[in-house]
C-alpha cells in the first residue's frame, strides 16, 4: 500500500498581473462614481444616482475578489490545512448574489419610474453615461481574458461587462429623451439590461453554488476522469474517486487505484499525477491497491 500527495503551485505570477488590474479597475470605477453622483445631484437625476449606486457596488465586488486573491496566497496552517482558498469560491457565490440584488434593484427602479415618470435632462444623462461606457468597457476588456479560467475575474467580467449594458441603455435613454421627451424610454431599456444581466449571471451562481457543495469543477466529468485513470496497462480497476475545487483555480482528487504487480505502485502514481495535471488537477491523492487484495469496499 501507499499514499502520496503532491502540490503544485503555478498560478503566483497569473494573480500577480490581475492585481493591477484590479487596482487600476477599482481607481478608476470609484473616480467614475463621484463624476456620476455629482452630476446626478446637480441634475436631479435619479437614474444617474442609482447608477452611481449600482457602480459603487461593482467597486464593492472588484475589492472583494481581491481580498480573495491575498486569502488565496495564505499559507496552510494547523486549522486551515489548505490555507484560505475555499474562499475564492465563497466571494464569487457572493459576487453571484450581488449581482442578482443589482438585477432586483434595476427592475424595482424601472418599475418606480413607469408609475412617476420625471423630465429629465437627456443631453447631461447621455454625455455622462458615455464616460461609464469606456470605463466600464475598459475594465471588461482587461478582464476578458482571465475569466475563462477563474470564478471571481468571470464574476468582476460580469459585473463590469453589466455597467457597459447599463451605460449603453442609459446613452440610448438620454438620446431619445433630448429628442421626443418620452421619458418611458428609460424604464423600458433597464428592464431589457436587466433580462440580460440576469441570464449572464444565473451560470456564475450554479457554478458558483456546485463548487461550494464541493461539485465536479467545470470542464471535467466523473466519467472522464475515470477512464483516464484506468487507461494504463498496468491499471486493473479505479474506485472511490471524488473531485472537488480547493479553490476557484485548483483542484484535487483523491482516488484508490487498483495495480495489477507492486512493483508498478510508483510507476503508475508518477503517470496518473501527470495526466491529471493535464486535466486541470494539480493535488491528486493516489492510494494503490494491489490487484486481488479484495478491499475495494473498504479503506486498506
Known sequence: MAHEHHHHHHHTPKMTSLNGIFILSITLNLLFVGVEATIGLLEGSLSLLSDAGHNLSDVFS?????VAFQLAKVHP???????YKKST??????????LLVAVGAIIIESIHK???PSPLNGVAISWTAGVGILINGATALLLMKGQKNDLNVRGAFLHMA???LVSVGVVISGIVIALTGWTVIDPVVSL???AVILVSTWNLLSDSLR???????EGLTLDHVEATLKNHPHVSDVHHIHVW???????????????NHPDHFEEVKHDLKHRLKDLGIAHATLETELEGSHCHDACC
Open 114 to 116: 413607469f408609475r412617476e
Open 211 to 217: 463548487l461550494s457543495l464541493d461539485g465536479m469543477p
Open 62 to 66: 472588484l475589492v472583494l475578489v481581491l
Open 77 to 83: 496552517n494547523a486549522h486551515y490545512t489548505y490555507g
Open 192 to 194: 431589457l439590461i436587466a
Open 245 to 259: 475545487a480547493i479553490s476557484t483555480t485548483d483542484n484535487a482528487l483523491t482516488a484508490h487505484i487498483v495495480v
Open 162 to 164: 453589466a455597467d457597459t
Open 89 to 98: 469560491v465563497l466571494i464569487s457565490l457572493l459576487n453571484a448574489i450581488i
